[in-house]
């Protein structure tokens, strides 16, 4: 046995502790950084508007996809069943549905209307060049198959995701709505003489 003097002792055992104290704070998870250009949500509740920094802003789709399958005759007659899935699938434009898409690097931002007694979000989508497109969120790719399209971002530490068409009848829009994207600020105005 190694014998230690009683004060290198007690500082082997403080080196320890902090090398253990040092690793668990070096992994802590970080905030992500705001993506550059800056993009905002501007998100209306009954106490008003809020605007946050978007961070892992993503538009969510779901494909529907049918898997035929062989089944025993004692479940089906035919010896086939369909089984369906639906694929969750998230991309940083928004998907029409003739799988066309607004890219977010190439549009200034997106507005949305939540009509009070509509089921189904109105999108006015403008483009860096100015052009704007206005359709409804049944446009969208998966919004008549599958469940609802929607926008997730990571708001206040959590991810929320808001949904652009309510699935129940006699469903309401929730309190606190998204109701503008601004992924791109518009250029500096510089004057010319």
């Known amino acids: 046995m190694i014998s230690f003097p009683e004060h290198r002792l007690s500082v082997l055992l403080l080196l320890c502790a902090a090398s253990v104290f040092c690793l668990e704070t070096s992994g802590a998870t970080r905030e992500p950084k705001t993506p550059l250009g800056n993009p905002t949500l501007v998100l209306e509740s009954p106490g008003g508007e809020r605007t946050i920094p978007a961070r892992d802003l993503r538009f969510v789709f779901f494909e529907r ?5 062989h089944a025993p005759r004692s479940e089906e007659a035919r010896g086939e069943r369909v089984d369906i899935e639906d694929r969750r699938r998230e991309c940083r434009c ?14 200034r931002q997106i507005e949305i209307a939540y009509p009070p007694d509509g089921a189904v979000a109105l999108l006015r989508v403008t483009e860096l060049d100015g052009a704007m497109h206005e359709l409804r969120a049944d446009s969208l790719y998966g919004a008549m198959d599958s469940f609802a399209p929607r926008f997730a971002a990571r708001v206040d530490g959590e991810v929320r995701e808001f949904p652009l068409i309510l699935s129940e009848s006699g469903s309401t829009w929730p309190e606190e709505k998204l109701v503008r994207l601004l992924l791109k600020r518009p250029p500096k105005r510089t004057l010319r003489h």
């Open 94 to 107: 928004v998907r029409l549905a003739d799988w066309s898409k607004f890219k977010f690097s190439q549009v």
């Open 65 to 69: 996809i049918y898997y035929s399958r």
